[in-house]
């Protein structure tokens, strides 16, 4: 009993929504992209950066991407017993950046995004630990490795579960940051979970003791497709 989302590159989401961004102290460099229980948009790995070069305030947080998944089934129960994880290779340009944490925040908003309809985990840091990122170097780190919802829904029809995923400085503060996330899901293999691989795999989010299922597509419009010409640059 479990599900593994796999979190593309390619522009294009569920109906085009957009929901909205969790409280992070900067959005500048956030897009939204697809999430799906299999690698079936076969997206090519591109990098996210987030800061782009600029300075970090103390402890600030910066969005990398927002996932969505399709319309869930109805019924689906999430508790504060539940489990999740997720394994994103991160890297920072330099020293002086301080890029420590990974933060994540887990909701389930409506169909049409408009609506937050629960907080599974408010955007906090949920890895095991505040090491600063690798320099140049892309590196597996846990987001969440097996942390507990702080909240629990039962699904609707429609309903879709959201990610969202960024990096955050240490009370140092930086400067010249830039922070970089890989993505995509052409590679065979998925990244492991630990915080010392390098190799060019696949960034996931895991639901260890939950087995979701969809609802057919939105009558009210058609899925947008994803497109290569649109990854990350």
Same mark, same amino acid.
Not at 20 to 49: C, H, I, Q, Y
Not at 141 to 150: E, P
Not at 202 to 220: G, Q
């Given at each position: 009993?479990?599900? @593994?989302?796999?979190?593309?590159?390619?522009?294009?989401?569920?109906?085009?929504?957009?929901?909205?961004?969790?409280?992070?102290? *900067?959005?500048?460099?956030?897009? *939204?992209? @697809?999430?799906?229980?299999?690698?079936?948009?076969?997206?090519?790995?591109?990098?996210?950066?987030?800061?782009?070069?600029?300075?970090?305030?103390?402890? $600030?947080?910066?969005?990398?991407?927002?996932?969505?998944?399709?319309?869930?089934?109805?019924? =689906?129960?999430?508790?504060?017993?539940?489990?999740?994880?997720?394994?994103?290779?991160?890297? $920072?340009?330099?020293?002086?950046?301080?890029?420590? @944490?990974?933060?994540?925040?887990?909701?389930?908003?409506?169909?049409?995004?408009?609506?937050? *309809?629960?907080?599974?985990?408010?955007?906090? =840091?949920?890895?095991?630990?505040?090491?600063?990122?690798?320099?140049?170097?892309?590196?597996?780190?846990?987001?969440?490795?097996?942390?507990?919802?702080?909240?629990?829904?039962?699904?609707?029809?429609?309903? *879709?579960?959201?990610?969202?995923? %960024?990096?955050?400085? #240490?009370?140092?503060?930086?400067?010249?940051?830039?922070?970089?996330?890989?993505?995509?899901?052409?590679?065979?293999?998925?990244?492991? $979970?630990?915080?010392? %691989?390098?190799?060019?795999?696949? #960034?996931?989010?895991?639901?260890?003791?939950?087995?979701?299922?969809?609802?057919?597509?939105?009558?009210?419009?058609?899925?947008?497709?994803?497109?290569?010409?649109?990854?990350? =640059?």
């Amino acid at each position: 009993m479990a599900i @593994r989302f796999y979190l593309s590159s390619f522009d294009g989401v569920p109906d085009g929504i957009t929901p909205v961004f969790a409280g992070w102290t *900067r959005t500048t460099e956030g897009v *939204r992209r @697809r999430m799906m229980p299999s690698p079936k948009d076969n997206s090519a790995l591109a990098t996210k950066t987030i800061w782009a070069g600029g300075a970090a305030a103390v402890d $600030e947080s910066a969005l990398a991407v927002q996932f969505i998944s399709d319309r869930l089934a109805a019924g =689906h129960v999430f508790t504060t017993s539940d489990t999740f994880k997720c394994y994103i290779r991160c890297a $920072e340009s330099a020293t002086n950046d301080n890029i420590n @944490r990974q933060p994540i925040c887990v909701k389930v908003v409506s169909e049409d995004g408009l609506t937050i *309809r629960a907080t599974l985990f408010g955007l906090a =840091h949920a890895g095991p630990n505040t090491t600063e990122w690798i320099v140049t170097t892309l590196t597996n780190k846990a987001l969440a490795d097996g942390d507990t919802f702080t909240a629990g829904y039962t699904t609707v029809e429609g309903d *879709r579960l959201v990610v969202e995923v %960024g990096g955050q400085v #240490s009370a140092a503060g930086g400067t010249s940051v830039t922070g970089s996330m890989s993505f995509g899901t052409a590679p065979s293999a998925d990244i492991a $979970e630990n915080e010392t %691989g390098t190799a060019a795999d696949k #960034s996931w989010f895991s639901l260890p003791t939950l087995t979701l299922t969809f609802a057919p597509p939105s009558p009210s419009g058609v899925f947008l497709q994803a497109v290569p010409r649109a990854a990350y =640059h």
